[in-house]
């Protein structure tokens, strides 16, 4: 801890030390508690889930795809030779995958998920760009750092000269009339998206990472069949097997906007209900086992 900021090592990101934290931190041992009791269920009542073998790294408790993995009953395997899949898993940003070392392996090309990289290929798979030259455009633009999940964006006036480390994006207004802003989180399993978490906080407040409200939908309840499309295009052609991508939704024109790729996601939502939290871990869970029994 920090100037009163608890810091995460692996990605440098920073969580105010306050009643809000701690207050999120319990919610989550009682969803962890719940995970853990579901998983110990599933293994006595089902038959033995798939064992995948993670690297170089094995996710910890916090991240959504421990929970799926305990919530289906999957094992985690101590090497590859006893795996029936092998998945890359690192925090960094920017980061050389190591060779999978097993035939059935996943997201060992997702090597950069900074915001430049990820704005390129928004841009090869919905052909409209979302990046910005600060020093030719005229207006409101968004400054963020590279780094994931920094939450550390805010809006400037162009034309600036850039920061080292920032990159510069297009303002993406998703709030209407009501002043809500909305992110639509959205968890891809295979190149495909299989649960959307829809969160809402105030527009004063849109690079917080604290959300009023969350709700869970399934992707054909807030996407189009061309809009799934274009997601799974971005998720091909950044070769993500799994992970959560922050998807907005301009207001104005109704296009989307990738603007965020974590391949290492944390979740579900502390603030989410219950059913919402089973819902997403089951979805998430029968979409993981999809793809390592394909």
């Not at 030390?17 to 508690?33: E, P």
């Not at 978490?197 to 009023?212: D, L």
């Not at 070769?239 to 907005?248: F, Y």
Request: aromatic letters at 12%; glycine letters at 8%; a positive charge.
């Amino acid at each position: 801890m920090v100037d009163g900021y608890v810091h995460v090592k692996s990605t440098g990101v920073r969580f105010k030390n306050d009643w809000q934290l701690w207050a999120d931190i319990w919610r989550w041992f009682t969803y962890y508690a719940f995970v853990r009791l579901h998983g110990f269920w599933t293994r006595l009542t089902k038959a033995r889930g798939p064992r995948i073998w993670f690297a170089p790294y094995r996710p910890r408790p916090w991240y959504i795809i421990w929970a799926a993995m305990v919530w289906g009953g999957f094992e985690f395997a101590s090497s590859p030779e006893r795996a029936d899949a092998a998945f890359y898993f690192e925090d960094q940003t920017v980061a050389a995958p190591p060779p999978p070392q097993h035939a059935k392996a996943f997201n060992f090309g997702v090597g950069d998920v900074s915001k430049s990289n990820v704005a390129r290929v928004m841009e090869r798979a919905f052909g409209y760009p979302l990046a910005i030259d600060p020093t030719t455009f005229v207006g409101d633009a968004v400054e963020k750092g590279e780094g994931n999940g920094l939450h550390d964006g805010r809006l400037v006036t162009c034309p600036l000269q850039p920061q080292p480390g920032k990159s510069y994006q297009r303002v993406i207004k998703t709030e209407g009339a009501d002043g809500w802003a909305h992110d639509l989180r959205t968890a891809c399993v295979g190149a495909r998206p299989v649960v959307v978490f829809v969160k809402r906080k105030p527009a004063a407040a849109r690079f917080s990472i604290q959300n009023t409200s969350v709700v869970v939908k399934l992707p054909e309840e807030v996407f189009s069949s061309a809009e799934l499309d274009q997601i799974s295009n971005f998720c091909t052609e950044m070769k993500l097997d799994w992970g959560g991508l922050d998807v907005l939704r301009e207001h104005e024109s109704g296009r989307l906007y990738v603007v965020d790729v974590n391949k290492t996601d944390t979740g579900p939502a502390v603030v989410l209900n219950w059913k919402d939290r089973a819902r997403a871990t089951t979805l998430l869970s029968a979409a993981l086992a999809r793809l390592v029994r394909a």
